[in-house]
């Protein structure tokens, strides 16, 4: 069954450096996405990222990029140059297969992050 | 542009009460979705629908019907109301389903049933 695994409670980063939240999936499907969502302390998820199982590069999005490593079944987002308005809660999120999958998501447990200035 | 939006924001029931929850999107996206978020947990998917006039269970269907007759609203109803349906529900719209087709979420709506 499918399933999205995030061991990392909570995390703690210091303004201005780097930081990796580990997420690690689980799927016989060989088409499947993965996204990241950001959930502030307001309540709204907001889309940050994808990557889609047959993309040969990591996906970037500004100080956003994902670390596939589709043999080890993980996609780890990394926040470059952290800024306070990182504080939040992230989600990492699988849909299997393609369109027939209609695009349901199945999240994990979510990472809460911790910008210390 | 509203984008997804959801009414009410925050609701408090009594047990066996009943209340519709609605779902807005003005994005003219096919695809909607209702989750729940419990505490310590990810968003659960509840029921979904792939275009108007169609309707789908999700991981956790039971106890709540869905109805989608207009396209760009997505009704979620409790019938009677339970203490485990306390939590947080969200509204999602998607264009398409698959590659990179996003979805998008409303602000949520906080439901609790005493």
């Known amino acids: 069954a499918q399933k999205i695994t995030q061991t990392q409670p909570g995390m703690f980063v210091q303004e201005k450096e780097a930081v990796t939240l580990d997420c690690t999936y689980d799927t016989s499907d060989p088409s499947y996405g993965l996204f990241w969502y950001k959930q502030p302390s307001s309540g709204e998820m907001i889309f940050l990222i994808y990557?889609?199982?047959?993309?040969?590069q990591n996906a970037t999005e500004g100080r956003y990029s994902l670390n596939f490593q589709k043999a080890r079944k993980s996609a780890n987002l990394v926040i470059s140059a952290s800024q306070l308005g990182d504080s939040a809660m992230y989600f990492c999120a699988m849909r299997e297969g393609g369109s027939g999958g209609y695009n349901k998501l199945i999240f994990g447990a979510g990472t809460r992050l911790a910008v210390h200035p | 542009n509203a984008g997804v939006t959801q009414t009410p924001k925050f609701r408090v029931l009594k047990t066996g009460q009943s209340m519709t929850l609605l779902c807005a999107q003005d994005?003219?996206?096919?695809?909607m979705y209702w989750y729940r978020q419990d505490p310590g947990m990810g968003l659960r998917l509840i029921h979904y629908s792939v275009g108007e006039g169609t309707t789908a269970k999700g991981e956790v269907p039971d106890g709540y019907n869905v109805s989608r007759l207009k396209k760009q609203n997505f009704l979620l109803g409790l019938e009677s109301a339970a203490p485990s349906q306390t939590s947080v529900y969200f509204c999602?719209?998607?264009?398409?389903?698959?590659?990179?087709?996003?979805?998008?979420f409303g602000p949520g709506t906080r439901l609790t049933v005493l």
């Open positions: 990557q889609g199982s047959y993309d040969q």
């Open positions: 994005m003219n996206h096919e695809y």
């Open positions: 999602a719209s998607s264009l398409l389903a698959g590659g990179p087709n996003t979805q998008y």
